[in-house]
């Protein structure tokens, strides 16, 4: 009987440390959503191989980045492309251990997917074989809404729900952490709370189109709800879900206007003489070092222009640089760099630098020694790319600011530029002729006349 006591007493201090142990641990994040892609890897594959090496990558950076980290693994065709974004308001160590854990989940959820983008409450992971940008109105935004309806004047629960979501987004657009949160009032007694964040790799336009597109998603007439997308979500409750204590607070108002102290004395007029007078000599002064810097500026528009049409050029509206400054980096327009022509005179090469492997030729010789050769090399290759003659390579400019800001995204070689020398210069010869030949009037005309004098350039 005694030894029963002792085996009963054994048994309760152990169920009483694993629970202890149990409830001291790491709590698991709380899993919200995911979506596996449509392609399949085989096991034990390449892609398999690239893919464990990628998830491995992430729980370090977890603890030293700043809730956002973006890599690739591997080479093509078996690359891949991968992230993790924490939500902006927890700790770092809540941030470690939701990457952690979503590192190994991610797989079970997904075990033969090439990609997956999965949510949890504290962070998002996402991993595909293809690259990670927002493009949109392409999305699928899972949508998961509280099935409790809003009873007490809906229309105007919804107005004011979308106002301080709005405003979140706006704020979340700027922020270094693409993050945000806005307390505001409801039709109910409670307070309405909202959330919005995107993935950092966005732009600032990117970041506020995605958390447009991800609030229009939200239903009316619901208590709470949240929209998802691959690279920002949305969600609003009428309870604090979030630590407030973490989020940023908003600017100061405003200093007050100053008043005067109670007991001093009015404000002697020899004062208010001094700071008039003072006032009105720095007017003076202010008025006279305009006219002065006026007409010094005439002068020197005025000598440029004889400069310029010195040689042949009969506007400067197009120039949005310094005439001497592009004077002096072609060599006083020497022939010698002359390229091709186009709507606006010659274009300067730098396809036949890059074409013979000296693309650091275009750069100034006293930035040369403070800038790495491969850095520039890269920028070049990414201008090249935006000018090539087939429009359909021309990368979009998502694309551009992924190149610019990922080192690990292998760019392309770039394609002839659309005004290199020898093709566009031969049909400028040939709309010449047609142009200045008045002796046939049959003769048809297949090129039209340039005669716009500014040519505004629009983003993809």
Same mark, same amino acid.
């Given at each position: 009987?005694?030894?029963?006591?002792?085996?009963?007493?054994?048994?309760?201090?152990?169920?009483?440390?694993?629970?202890?142990?149990?409830?001291?641990?790491?709590?698991?994040?709380?899993?919200?959503?995911?979506?596996?892609? #449509?392609?399949?890897?085989?096991?034990?594959?390449?892609?398999?191989?690239?893919?464990?090496?990628?998830?491995?990558?992430?729980?370090?950076?977890?603890?030293?980045?700043?809730?956002?980290?973006?890599?690739?693994?591997?080479?093509?065709?078996?690359?891949?492309?991968?992230?993790?974004?924490?939500?902006? #308001?927890?700790?770092?160590?809540?941030?470690?251990?939701?990457?952690?854990?979503?590192?190994?989940?991610?797989?079970?959820?997904?075990?033969?997917?090439?990609?997956?983008?999965?949510?949890?409450?504290?962070?998002?992971?996402?991993?595909?074989?293809?690259?990670?940008?927002?493009?949109?109105?392409?999305?699928?935004?899972?949508?998961?809404?509280?099935?409790?309806?809003?009873?007490?004047?809906?229309?105007?629960?919804?107005?004011?729900?979308?106002?301080?979501?709005?405003?979140?987004?706006?704020?979340?657009?700027?922020?270094?952490?693409?993050?945000?949160?806005?307390?505001?009032?409801?039709?109910?007694?409670?307070?309405?709370?909202?959330?919005?964040?995107?993935?950092? #790799?966005?732009?600032?336009?990117?970041?506020?189109?995605?958390l447009q597109e991800s609030i229009a998603n939200l239903q009316s007439?619901?208590?709470?709800?949240?929209?998802?997308?691959?690279?920002?979500?949305?969600?609003?409750?009428l309870y604090l879900f979030y630590n407030e204590s973490m989020t940023?607070?908003?600017?100061?108002?405003?200093?007050?206007?100053?008043?005067?102290?109670?007991?001093?004395?009015?404000?002697?007029?020899?004062?208010?003489?001094?700071?008039?007078?003072?006032?009105?000599?720095?007017?003076?002064?202010?008025? &006279?070092?305009?006219?002065?810097?006026?007409?010094?500026?005439?002068?020197?528009?005025?000598?440029?222009?004889?400069?310029?049409?010195?040689?042949?050029?009969?506007?400067?509206?197009?120039?949005?640089?310094?005439?001497?400054?592009?004077?002096?980096?072609?060599?006083?327009?020497?022939?010698?760099?002359?390229?091709g022509a186009g709507g606006f005179g010659e274009v300067y090469k730098?396809?036949?630098?890059?074409?013979?492997?000296?693309?650091?030729?275009?750069?100034?010789?006293?930035?040369?020694?403070?800038?790495?050769?491969?850095?520039?090399?890269?920028?070049?290759?990414?201008?090249?790319?935006?000018?090539?003659?087939?429009?359909?390579?021309?990368?979009?400019? &998502?694309?551009?600011?992924?190149?610019?800001?990922?080192?690990?995204?292998?760019?392309?070689?770039?394609?002839?530029?659309?005004?290199?020398?020898?093709?566009?210069?031969?049909?400028?010869?040939?709309?010449?002729?047609?142009?200045?030949?008045?002796?046939?009037?049959?003769?048809?005309?297949?090129?039209?006349?340039?005669?716009?004098?500014?040519?505004?350039?629009?983003?993809?």
């Amino acid at each position: 009987m005694l030894s029963l006591k002792f085996y009963m007493i054994f048994v309760f201090l152990l169920s009483l440390s694993s629970s202890m142990f149990t409830f001291t641990g790491a709590a698991d994040p709380t899993y919200v959503y995911h979506a596996c892609s #449509d392609n399949n890897f085989t096991r034990n594959s390449t892609y398999q191989s690239n893919l464990n090496l990628l998830l491995s990558s992430f729980p370090p950076n977890a603890s030293r980045s700043n809730g956002f980290y973006q890599t690739t693994a591997g080479q093509d065709p078996n690359r891949v492309y991968g992230l993790f974004q924490c939500r902006g #308001d927890v700790t770092t160590t809540t941030c470690q251990d939701c990457v952690d854990f979503a590192s190994t989940d991610a797989t079970q959820r997904c075990p033969d997917q090439k990609g997956n983008v999965i949510w949890y409450d504290e962070c998002l992971l996402h991993y595909s074989d293809s690259s990670i940008m927002y493009t949109s109105g392409l999305n699928n935004s899972p949508l998961m809404m509280n099935e409790t309806e809003v009873t007490v004047e809906p229309s105007r629960f919804h107005q004011l729900l979308l106002e301080l979501m709005h405003e979140a987004a706006t704020q979340a657009a700027t922020d270094p952490k693409r993050f945000a949160t806005r307390k505001g009032n409801s039709t109910t007694s409670q307070p309405l709370y909202g959330l919005v964040q995107c993935t950092q #790799d966005l732009s600032t336009s990117d970041c506020s189109r995605c958390l447009q597109e991800s609030i229009a998603n939200l239903q009316s007439g619901r208590i709470g709800g949240r929209s998802l997308i691959s690279n920002c979500y949305s969600r609003y409750e009428l309870y604090l879900f979030y630590n407030e204590s973490m989020t940023a607070s908003l600017p100061p108002p405003p200093p007050s206007s100053l008043t005067r102290p109670e007991g001093k004395s009015e404000v002697s007029s020899s004062i208010i003489i001094a700071i008039v007078a003072a006032i009105t000599v720095s007017g003076v002064l202010s008025v &006279a070092g305009y006219c002065f810097l006026t007409r010094r500026s005439r002068k020197k528009y005025n000598t440029i222009q004889e400069e310029i049409a010195g040689i042949g050029i009969t506007t400067v509206e197009s120039l949005q640089f310094d005439f001497g400054t592009i004077q002096a980096a072609t060599n006083r327009f020497s022939t010698d760099n002359k390229l091709g022509a186009g709507g606006f005179g010659e274009v300067y090469k730098a396809w036949n630098h890059w074409r013979d492997g000296t693309p650091m030729q275009l750069l100034d010789s006293n930035l040369i020694d403070s800038h790495s050769r491969n850095e520039v090399n890269r920028y070049i290759q990414v201008g090249l790319l935006c000018v090539q003659d087939d429009a359909a390579a021309r990368p979009t400019m &998502a694309t551009v600011v992924l190149m610019l800001n990922s080192y690990y995204i292998t760019l392309p070689l770039p394609q002839q530029p659309a005004f290199f020398h020898g093709r566009k210069t031969e049909l400028t010869m040939q709309s010449t002729k047609c142009t200045d030949s008045d002796q046939s009037t049959s003769m048809s005309m297949p090129f039209s006349v340039n005669d716009a004098s500014i040519t505004e350039l629009y983003p993809r």
